[in-house]
């Protein structure tokens, strides 16, 4: 017999690596030393596999059960670790802690997310995003599980699972997966004028962010806020980024789901390791009963805004986040949000979303952490001391003392310990007058769905009504069964007859009768606050520019460049046809990425610093033409030294404000160059 594939590994083999001298030893779960890692025990050298072999079964068997059930709605998600940090006290508002004084820091836990794809989907489909932060107040736990979208598609939490079924992969094909743009959603969203809100939010660019960075949170439903005094008031929670809201196009986000399918998961982590921290103000609308009387919609309808022209934000604290997770696994994958997770001066509302949502989170963590312990797991467990009579179940991993596993008891006149009682200061619903009739009814003050998304839609600039207008084509063009094209239009002509032209115009599509609503929807006045351009932050902090080179490349031009954006907060990217190394005017150069593998739709602006001959070399090659025209058809800026003209012109670039030398490029770079579009691209 030959001596058989490495069996001397362990007696100095010659790959194996020990830790004989230092590092950590190998051992099975049960802490037995392992002295091979590479071979399963066998009967003779090319035997079969012995079922003695426990190390290999062990192995085995805890890689079989590696993954737990994916979160029904908000599977794909990325999160960090950070701090929220109380920048004006709002004691005679809430008693709640984590407000109580100016400076307070209170660690924080955020996830951000996708609702409709998988684990393993992209990162930019058009969908809303989930905006979760988990406080460990000293008071417990408070979760604000938000979206990037302040409203949301029903008002009754006993719709969630037809609607999540409708958006999700249709049931027979498992197909189109992180898309909204089938049959099914469309079926169910024309059916339900309610849906008309959010479903006009996420047609607009707010469905396609930029960045995890970019983007608005709400806590969305109205919350209460109670003082040390029991006086109550009524609130609405807004996290506001420091970058400033900014989205993709269309085009550019369905491109990026190829170029980068982890494009938001990876700028956020790279954004946290290079300690450019993400951060966001916190703001509330806080008001009255009689505010609340005053409006015409009922505050406890999810799918009703309050304009901040009417009830203005109060910055009263900032989230950063500083730090990314140890382990994607045990701290983002296990992280369980809970609604009713609140504090003291915090309290619930009846909104039938909420509090239908208040059952739901709580339960499908059994499904999907596996036990009624999971508030054990080091990322959902409080950082303040907690203690209560809840015992056992799988997975408890506290080992209680004595007997005190009930309440009231009298252990502690025998000197044993009693353990924990209830505190006067502790968790006190807000007493509220409540009686009626049991019904299963919508209330009538739920019933106006057009009045809202109209505002929205007035509320636009042009360009962002042409991308809402144009979404609704691209989706009702992939949307197969005519009669529900119909129905949507004849919805749409209510809500404005102007959106409804240009929708069926972009369908090549006749007019329908319009729907007849339940309510006639009112003019409302128009909220700047709700659109992304005019409240446009003209700024490098965040965005990335691209710079493209090639063989004879003045590196000084590069530099300069470098320096001119990271002084005001931006970040270069270098890319070349090869990145081993490139001989330029003087020296070699390396660059960050390979043409082919950088596409333009990764960054927020090109510059292109290239001699005649390479420009014109590069007018024949795909990725870098197409490097060019994409930036130019995404409306970014463009900065290019003179031998670069070869490449713009193939690229069809044609001169405008965003088309500049490279000295003027770190200020071009600060904008998008909306007014391009209607010269290079057909919008409805
Ligand atoms: Fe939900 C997850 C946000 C309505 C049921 N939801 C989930 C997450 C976010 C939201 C951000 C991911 C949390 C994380 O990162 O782990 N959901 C919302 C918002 C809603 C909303 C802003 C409306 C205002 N959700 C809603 C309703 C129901 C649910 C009405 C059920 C009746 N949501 C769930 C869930 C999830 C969830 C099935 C899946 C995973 C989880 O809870 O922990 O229970």
């Known amino acids: 017999m030959g001596k058989g594939y490495r069996t001397d590994i362990g007696k100095g083999g010659e790959t194996q690596q020990l830790a004989d001298k230092d590092g950590t030893a190998l051992t099975t779960n049960f802490g037995l030393p392992l002295s091979d890692n590479e071979n399963s025990l066998k009967a003779g050298e090319r035997g079969p596999t012995l079922l003695e072999d426990f190390i290999l079964r062990e192995k085995i068997f805890h890689f079989d059960h590696e993954r737990i059930p994916e979160r029904i709605v908000h599977a794909r998600g990325s999160a960090a670790h950070g701090y929220f940090v109380c920048t004006d006290p709002i004691p005679e508002i809430s008693r709640a802690s984590l407000f109580s004084k100016k400076g307070k820091k209170t660690p924080v836990f955020a996830r951000f997310s996708t609702v409709a794809g998988g684990a393993g989907s992209v990162d930019t489909p058009r969908d809303v995003r989930g905006f979760a932060v988990k406080f460990y107040t000293d008071e417990g736990n408070w979760d604000l599980v938000g ?48 849906t008309f809100h959010t479903l006009i939010w996420a047609m607009s660019d707010r469905g396609i962010p930029r960045s995890l960075r970019m983007m608005d949170g709400f806590g969305v439903h109205t919350f209460k806020l109670v003082n040390g005094d029991g006086k109550e008031s009524f609130v609405k929670f807004h996290w506001r980024p420091k970058l400033g809201v900014q989205s993709l196009i269309w085009d550019e986000s369905a491109k990026l789901q190829g170029a980068d399918n982890d494009y938001h998961r990876r700028d956020l982590w790279e954004a946290i390791a290079r300690s450019d921290f993400p951060e966001w103000e916190f703001g509330l609308q806080i008001f009255d009963q009689k505010q609340a009387d005053s409006l015409p919609y009922d505050i406890l309808d999810a799918t009703k805004i309050i304009p901040e022209e009417i009830v203005p934000l109060r910055v009263i604290g900032r989230m950063v ?71 056992d179940g799988m997975m408890q991993t506290h080992i209680f003392k004595g007997r005190a596993n009930y309440e009231p008891n009298s252990l502690d006149e025998a000197g044993e310990d009693p353990g924990p009682r209830p505190v006067s200061t502790g968790f006190a619903t807000a007493p509220q007058e409540v009686e009626g009739r049991k019904l299963r ?17 007035n509320s636009m600039t042009e360009s962002e009504q042409a991308h809402i207008a144009s979404a609704m084509v691209f989706e009702l063009s992939k949307v197969s069964l005519e ?52 409240n446009w932050h003209a700024t490098l902090q965040g965005r990335q520019v691209a710079v493209l080179f090639d063989e004879g490349s003045d590196p000084s031009e590069i530099e300069a460049l470098q320096k001119a954006v990271t002084t005001k907060g931006g970040t270069v990217f270098t890319i070349a046809p090869k990145v081993g190394g490139i001989a330029m005017k003087k020296g070699v150069m390396k660059a960050d990425g390979q043409l082919a593998g950088s596409p333009s739709v990764l960054f927020d602006a090109v510059a292109l610093v290239l001699t005649e001959e390479a420009a014109t070399r590069l007018s024949r090659d795909a990725a870098a033409v197409g490097f060019v025209s994409d930036a130019y058809a995404h409306l970014k800026a463009i900065g290019a030294n003179k031998g670069a003209q070869a490449l713009l012109d193939r ?33 409805a």
């Open 441 to 457: 009814v919508r209330s009538e003050s739920f019933g106006d769905f057009y009045s809202q998304p109209r505002l929205y839609w």
């Open 321 to 391: 986040l500083d730090r990314n997770p140890d382990n994607f696994f045990a701290e983002t994958e296990q992280s369980a949000f809970l609604p009713s997770n609140i504090v003291p001066g915090i309290d619930f509302t009846d909104d039938p979303l909420l509090q239908g949502r208040l059952f739901s989170y709580l339960d499908t963590q059994k499904s999907r952490l596996g036990t009624t312990n999971f508030h054990q797991i080091p990322v959902n467990a409080p950082k303040c001391p907690y203690a209560n009579m809840q015992r």
């Open 651 to 683: 690229a069809g670039v044609a001169p405008d404000k965003g088309v500049t030398d490279l000295a003027g490029l770190p200020k071009a770079a600060t904008a998008r160059y909306w007014d391009r579009e209607e010269k290079i691209r057909d919008l």
């Open 483 to 534: 009669h529900i094209r119909v129905r949507m239009l004849s919805q749409l002509r209510v809500l404005h007859e102007d959106l409804a032209k240009r929708v069926a115009a972009g369908l090549g599509m006749d007019l329908p009768a319009a729907a007849k609503p339940f309510r006639k929807p009112l003019d409302l006045p128009v909220s700047d606050a709700l659109s992304i351009q005019k």
């Open 147 to 194: 979206n990037n979208i302040p409203v949301f598609f029903i008002q009754d939490a006993i719709k969630f699972p037809d609607l999540i079924h409708s958006v999700k992969m249709e049931a027979d094909r498992a197909f189109p997966q992180a898309a909204s743009a089938h049959d099914t959603f469309w079926d169910f969203v024309s059916l339900m004028p309610e």
